[in-house]
C-alpha cells in the first residue's frame, strides 16, 4: 500500500475556559480547579438530585459529594445566554455548549455544559481536500470532532480570500453572541431563530450574500438534504457534517441518503443481468451524490477518505467495495496518508491475444505469484454470465486475491461459461479486440473456479479430494460426449457424489443415469 508523509504543524488550542468556570456555583469551579487536567475536560453534568460529574477523556469524576438542588440549576441559568428552541445556550464570545434537561412542565432539571475548545491546525490533515474546491460531507459519531474541522475549514477558506459564509443553528461553530469567534476568521456567520429554519437559512445564504463556500454543521433532516442539492447544484462548495459511522450506513438512513445520491430498486434485461451474474432487480444510485467527497472520521487523529463518493457507492451496491484513503496522524505528529483503490490503473503489461486451449483463452498467467514475501497482485475480473458469489468463494478457499469489476475497459480477464462463449456476445468480442484474456469454465462450479483461479495464480491445488476426483472426472466425461462419444461410464460413486454428477450433466445439457448396485453403482452419460 502506498503511503505519503505530509507536512503538519503543531495543533494550537484556546478553550476560554476561566469563561465556563464562572458560570457555575463556587464550590464546583473551585472543585473543578483542584482536578487540574483542563485539556482533558470534556464535559459537566449536572441533574437534580444527583452529584454532579465532571467527564474527562480517561474517567468520570465526582465533583462533589451532596446532590444538586434546584437553587443549583437555577445559578447556571441566570449566567448563561437564553436557551433557544433546541433547548441549547451558550457564553457571549466562547465556543462552550449547555444544554438543558426539561420535565414535562418546561422546567430545567439537568445540564450539560460542553467545553467548546478552538484548536487551530488541525485541517492539516484534509487541508488539500478542502481547498480542492469540492464539497466535503464529514462524517462521525458525536463528539469526534467534526464541529472543529468544519470550524478551521471556515477559516482557512476564508484567509484565502474566498467568500465563505456559516449557516450556524446552534451557535456551535461561531460562539454565542452577536459577534463570532475569532476561530472563524474573515468567514461570515448566519444565525438560525430556529433549528426547523435551517434550510430556509441555507438557500437564503445563496441568494442574498453570494458565497463561494457554505459551511453548515448536522445535516440531519430531509429539507436539509434537498437545501444541501440546491446549493450544490448551484456551483457553490458545500462543506458539512452529518451524524454516521460509515458510508455504507448512511446509505441505509431514509433521510439523509440522497446526500450521496439515494438508492433505487431497477430490473436488469436478461443480457445485463448474465454479464453482471446477478439476479434481475438489483440496487442502483439514484442520482448524483450532493457532495464530491465524503470523510469517515474514526477518532480525531485517524479519517477515511471517499475520493469520488458516486465510485464508492457504486461499488457498495454491487457488493464490490473499493479500499478508501486513509490517513492518521503518527506519534511524532507526522500526517501519514495510505491511498486506496487506484481508479486509473494502467493496463499496460496485460498479456495480448491467445488460443482457446483445455477450457482456457490466452496464453499468459496474469498473477502468478510473486517472489517469495512479497505479496500478490489483485487480479480484475470482469465476469459474463459466471456466479460471482461462487467465484469470491474459490479465491476466499484458495486464499488469492480477486475484484470482479463491471467495466470491462478495467479489467485484466474474462470469465465466462463455454455455451456463452460460442454465442460470441459482444463483450467477449469486445475483450479480445482489447486483448483481454477471456477464461472459459465447462460448468459454473466452484470447483471449477478454484481450478482456474489455482491456474492464473501458479498455484498447486491439492487433486487428493475424492469428491474433487469424482468431479473433475465428471467434467472429462461432458467433454467426451460433448465430442462425439456415444456413451461415458464414469467411476463408482457414494449417493451423494452421484447427485453432484447428475447436476454436472444437466448443466450441460446431457443425459445421465445412475446403474449398478452399492457399493458399485456408477453414472453413464450419453446424449439424447
Do not use: W
Amino acid at each position: 500500500m502506498t503511503q505519503q508523509i505530509l507536512t503538519a504543524t503543531q495543533p494550537k488550542i484556546t478553550d476560554d475556559l476561566d469563561a465556563l468556570l464562572t458560570v457555575f456555583p463556587p464550590e464546583i469551579s473551585a472543585r473543578l480547579r483542584e482536578f487540574g487536567d483542563e485539556g482533558d475536560l470534556i464535559e459537566i453534568v449536572m441533574d437534580l438530585g444527583r452529584r454532579p460529574e465532571a467527564r474527562y477523556v480517561d474517567a468520570d469524576r465526582v465533583l462533589l459529594e451532596r446532590e444538586i438542588t434546584e437553587d443549583d440549576i437555577a445559578y447556571v441559568v441566570e449566567r448563561v445566554g437564553q436557551f433557544t428552541d433546541d433547548n441549547r445556550a451558550g457564553i457571549t464570545r466562547t465556543l462552550h455548549r449547555i444544554s438543558a434537561i426539561r420535565n414535562r412542565q418546561g422546567k430545567v432539571v439537568g445540564l450539560t455544559c460542553r467545553v467548546g475548545r478552538a484548536v487551530y491546525g488541525t485541517i492539516d490533515i484534509i487541508q488539500d481536500i478542502v481547498t480542492s474546491g469540492k464539497s466535503i460531507l464529514l462524517l462521525g459519531r458525536p463528539g469526534v470532532g467534526k464541529t472543529t474541522l468544519l470550524r478551521e475549514a471556515a477559516r482557512v477558506l476564508a484567509d484565502q480570500g474566498k467568500r465563505v459564509v456559516i449557516v450556524d443553528t446552534s451557535n456551535e461553530i461561531g460562539g454565542d453572541g452577536d459577534i463570532p469567534h475569532p476561530a472563524v476568521g474573515r468567514a461570515r456567520r448566519m444565525q438560525v431563530r430556529r433549528p426547523s429554519e435551517q434550510h430556509e437559512v441555507m438557500i437564503e445564504a445563496v441568494e442574498n450574500h453570494m458565497p463561494e463556500v457554505i459551511i453548515i454543521d448536522e445535516i440531519g433532516r430531509e429539507l436539509e438534504a434537498e437545501a444541501a442539492r440546491t446549493i450544490a447544484e448551484r456551483g457553490v462548495q458545500l462543506i458539512g457534517t452529518a451524524h454516521g459511522r460509515t458510508l455504507a450506513n448512511l446509505l441505509l438512513n431514509p433521510t439523509l441518503s440522497d446526500l450521496v445520491g439515494g438508492i433505487e430498486s431497477v430490473t436488469l434485461s436478461d443480457e445485463e443481468a448474465r454479464r453482471r451474474g446477478t439476479q434481475k432487480s438489483v440496487l442502483e444510485r439514484r442520482s448524483p451524490p450532493t457532495f464530491d467527497v465524503l470523510i469517515e472520521i474514526v477518532d480525531r487523529q485517524h479519517l477515511i477518505v471517499h475520493h469520488d463518493v458516486s465510485k464508492a457507492v457504486d461499488a457498495i451496491l454491487r457488493d464490490r467495495p473499493l479500499r478508501p484513503e486513509t490517513r492518521y496522524r503518527n506519534e511524532k505528529g507526522e500526517i501519514i496518508v495510505e491511498k486506496g483503490d487506484d481508479l486509473k490503473k494502467d493496463r499496460s503489461g496485460l498479456p495480448k491475444r491467445g488460443r482457446y486451449e483445455n477450457g482456457i483463452y490466452g496464453d499468459n498467467r496474469l498473477g502468478a505469484r510473486e517472489e517469495r514475501g512479497r505479496a500478490v497482485r489483485p487480479v480484475r475480473i470482469y465476469p459474463y454470465g459466471v456466479g460471482q458469489n461462487r467465484l469470491r468463494s474459490a479465491a476466499q478457499n484458495l486464499g488469492v486475491p480477486i475484484e470482479i469489476i463491471n467495466d470491462l475497459r478495467r479489467a485484466s480477464a474474462v470469465i465466462t461459461l463455454k455455451n456463452y462463449y460460442r454465442k460470441r456476445p459482444q463483450p467477449i468480442g469486445e475483450a479480445e479486440e482489447r486483448g483481454i484474456p477471456v477464461y472459459v469454465l465447462r460448468s459454473n462450479t466452484v470447483h471449477q473456479m478454484e481450478v482456474l483461479l489455482a491456474d492464473i495464480f501458479a498455484l498447486k491445488v491439492d487433486t487428493a479430494d475424492p469428491v474433487s476426483i469424482a468431479i473433475e472426472e465428471t467434467m472429462q466425461g461432458v467433454e467426451k460426449v460433448l465430442s462425439g462419444a456415444p456413451v461415458v461410464e464414469l467411476s463408482p460413486q457414494p449417493p451423494e457424489v452421484r447427485r453432484m454428477q447428475h447436476q454436472l450433466a444437466r448443466e450441460a445439457n446431457l443425459i445421465s443415469h445412475s446403474y449398478g448396485r452399492e457399493p458399485n453403482r456408477r453414472v453413464r452419460l450419453y446424449r439424447e
